[in-house]
């Protein structure tokens, strides 16, 4: 979903952007590059945290279970 989503959003604001007329500066290209950061640091503390609970609960760390 999140790889489809950065993409087409990307695409549809360049579209707007290109209509109004505005350009691609330093700040949205600034804040876009925050953007793709807190998207990747909340889905990599996603999965630590998921593989904390499966150590947790007993898990081994190098078994191949389905989780």
């Not at 087409?8 to 949205?28: K, Q, S, W, Y």
Request: charged share 20%; net charge negative.
């Amino acid at each position: 979903m999140v790889a489809a989503a950065v993409p087409l959003t990307l695409a549809v604001v360049f579209v707007i952007m290109l209509e109004t007329g505005r350009f691609f500066d330093r700040i949205t290209l600034g804040a876009f590059i925050l953007g793709l950061g807190l998207l990747v640091d909340d889905a990599i503390f996603i999965a630590i945290e998921v593989m904390t609970m499966k150590i947790a609960e007993g898990v081994d760390r190098c078994s191949r279970a389905r989780w």
